[in-house]
């Protein structure tokens, strides 16, 4: 019988952790803007430090890195170094997976507590229903036993 993998030392540990916390926030675009901002961010320290040729400051790095996270591209700032380049297939293939993989989780972890109320109303109206039909089989219940009463004295 083999052990599920706990979520903190699961590889998509981390992003499960990420979903719950962008799901239990306000809202859900602030946390997929700022995951975006994050990728961005460090995108564009690595282009910097690796790339000085093309990128000559952090915020030259931090534009291209965001339009490149976000599958803008402009073009207008485009690294020409092959390091450059190898960084830069590596924050797209990181911005394209990461978001995608990111918004299915909230998307999941949305449903599942629409479905989770849903269930929870359906079962107090069944409840409900269950309910009615003891009360109605209670008068019944009576009704029938008057009428045997009645028989009997008859």
């Not at 993998?5 to 981390?14: F, H, M, N, Y």
């Not at 979903?19 to 700022?34: K, M, Q, W, Y």
């Not at 282009?47 to 093309?54: G, N, Q, Y």
């Not at 107090?124 to 029938?144: K, N, P, S």
Request: aromatic fraction near 8%; avoid cysteine.
């Amino acid at each position: 019988m083999s052990a599920s993998p706990d979520p903190p030392t699961s590889p998509l540990g981390w992003v499960d952790r990420r979903a719950t916390r962008i799901a239990n926030a306000r809202s859900v675009s602030f946390g997929l803007a700022a995951t975006f901002f994050g990728l961005a961010v460090v995108g564009g320290i690595v282009m910097r430090i690796a790339d000085k040729h093309d990128f000559h400051s952090f915020g030259l790095a931090f534009w291209w890195a965001l339009q490149t996270v976000t599958t803008v591209g402009y073009g207008d700032v485009v690294p020409t170094t092959t390091t450059g380049m190898v960084i830069g297939s590596i924050e797209m293939m990181f911005g394209i997976a990461l978001i995608s993989l990111l918004t299915a989780a909230v998307t999941s972890t949305v449903i599942q507590r629409g479905q989770a109320a849903a269930q929870s109303e359906e079962r107090a109206e069944q409840q409900q229903t269950v309910q009615t039909i003891i009360t109605a089989l209670d008068r019944l219940d009576g009704r029938l036993d008057r009428i045997e009463s009645e028989l009997r004295k008859a």
